[in-house]
């Protein structure tokens, strides 16, 4: 094997920061202390505090960031972030965030990862237990993440310039940065998502990618960030936060020597450090409570930017000097999986392949690719014939009382056959004059009509549908 071996255990240098918890709880690695306050602050970065209160699970989710945050090195606070985020999750289902989705299969690996270390490890080694856990898991995560996203694109719709999410964005960015359109960059936006998704793809399935990765395709997180919406920075600080599962001790050593400078500054406040997340956190309430109701977010994108960037920029230092001194070997970002985290990823990957399946659109990380299922398949590789179900039938809406389906009597709009029913299904005694696969059919619940069909509690949970665009090719839609 080329160059130097690094070893799959965390190792903590002699040169460690001075902790910052109680001494009853045990030292963690500086790259699992780093992995904690990441994912918690990636997570305070997905609520919008514009809104101007949160739901009281929403509330629990940010004191247990605020506590993980304060206090790194404590494995019970990252169990209780973990929990509290599956909670909510499961309380607000069916989801249609893509990012809050990708975390919370994060979280349920968090939860695996503390149940095999809190029964296998004593309490000193469980921080390091459920952290190397994590380096097994996330990545695979990540792998299958960037697999969807780039296997979505290959339809006819993204491939036209005209209609392409990937100029959509590009025209954002060019808007935020105060640059004149050009015509050459609608194919450059096309080429570059192929490029970036497809090459962390790549990258991540050999031992030595795991750096150039870090390097080469972080920026292009940062760059949709920087396109003016909110939930951009959301799944960037969480695309950040699941790379430093990547790094150990090791490979992090020039940030952790900067951590220590700043440890030594910090020890002179004392008690007052640990309430500097909990400042952050309050300074994104007050800096996105006094914006503007606009649909940029300006102080949430300026805050969780600027410490996005701090971060990639510590990162990208650190792969680079793993680079230059051969110690980019060590772990295979793809290692092998025990049972349960494998099913976890065989599940993640099941929910990237819903659409073709006909069994949802939304949350399956088809975001911004202009994928369209319903009907008839726009994807190169993947016709209509896969779907196992009739959800995905388009349904055109002629005349409706009910609320919910009044804004798709749009020609060029409508609904998917579940959506239709799961709207009838929450007002029975509305009607509905509807036209699905060139028939033409009414339900009238004031007359007592019985449903045509009444979807299932637990596929109410589970599914949900995108709007239906009848518009040829398919526009660009989240």
């Known amino acids: 094997m080329k160059g130097s071996s690094t070893s799959n255990s965390e190792v903590t240098p002699a040169h460690a920061p001075t902790r910052s918890v109680s001494p009853s709880v045990p030292e963690a690695s500086f790259a699992a202390r780093l992995f904690a306050v990441a994912w918690a602050w990636a997570l305070v970065v997905h609520h919008r505090f514009d809104l101007g209160e949160l739901e009281p699970l929403e509330g629990v989710e940010v004191v247990a960031a605020m506590l993980v945050m304060s206090f790194p090195a404590n494995p019970s606070l990252l169990v209780l972030l973990a929990g509290a985020q599956v909670v ?3 309380s607000q289902m069916p989801v249609a965030s893509n990012h809050y989705t990708v975390m919370m299969f994060g979280n349920l690996g968090i939860l695996m990862a503390a149940w095999h270390a809190w029964r296998h490890e004593p309490q000193s080694d469980r921080s390091q237990a459920l952290f190397r856990q994590l380096r097994r898991l996330l990545p695979w995560l990540l792998f299958v993440l960037y697999f969807w996203g780039t296997f979505h694109k290959l339809n006819t719709a993204y491939l036209n310039p005209d209609v392409s999410c990937g100029p959509e964005l590009m025209a954002r960015l060019e808007a935020a940065l105060g640059w004149e359109p050009a015509g050459f960059t609608a194919w450059l936006a096309i080429a570059a998502t192929f490029l970036c998704e497809g090459g962390a793809l790549c990258l991540l399935a050999v031992r030595w990618g795991w750096a150039p990765a870090v390097v080469l395709i972080l920026p292009f997180h940062l760059a949709i960030a920087a396109t003016g919406f909110a939930y951009y920075v959301d799944f960037t600080a969480l695309m950040l936060a699941m790379f430093i599962s990547l790094f150990d001790d090791a490979r992090l050593e020039p940030l952790q020597r900067l951590w220590l400078r700043l440890t030594l500054f910090l020890e002179k406040l004392r008690g007052a450090r640990h ?5 952050i956190t309050l300074l994104a309430y007050v800096g996105v409570g006094l914006s503007k109701s606009t649909p940029r977010f300006g102080p949430q994108i300026l805050i969780g930017g600027v410490l996005g960037c701090l971060l990639y920029a510590g990162l990208a230092a650190c792969a680079v000097h793993a680079l230059r001194q051969r ?5 295979r970002p793809l290692g092998k999986l025990s049972l349960g985290p494998a ?6 990957f099941l929910d990237g392949a819903c659409p073709y399946l006909g069994f949802k659109t939304e949350s399956s990380f088809a ?3 202009n994928l369209r299922t319903e009907g008839q398949s726009n994807h190169l590789l993947v016709s209509e014939a896969w779907q196992l179900t009739g959800f995905e039938t388009p349904v055109r809406i002629h005349g409706t009382d009910i609320q919910s389906l009044r804004r798709y009597r749009k020609k060029d709009m409508g609904v998917t056959w579940f959506e239709l029913w799961r709207a009838v299904k929450a007002s029975p005694k509305g009607y509905v004059v509807y ?7 009414a339900y009238d619940g004031r007359r007592g009509e019985a449903l045509a069909y009444e979807p299932p509690w637990l596929l109410e949970k589970l599914l949900r549908f995108k709007p239906v665009r009848f518009r040829t090719p398919n526009p660009c839609t989240h």
């Open 327 to 331: 110690k980019v070997w060590g772990q």
């Open 88 to 90: 909510s999750y499961l």
């Open 367 to 369: 975001m911004y690719s």
């Open 343 to 348: 099913l976890l990823v065989a599940l993640f």
């Open 435 to 441: 036209e699905a696969g060139g028939l033409s059919e």
């Open 275 to 279: 309430a500097l997340p909990a400042a």
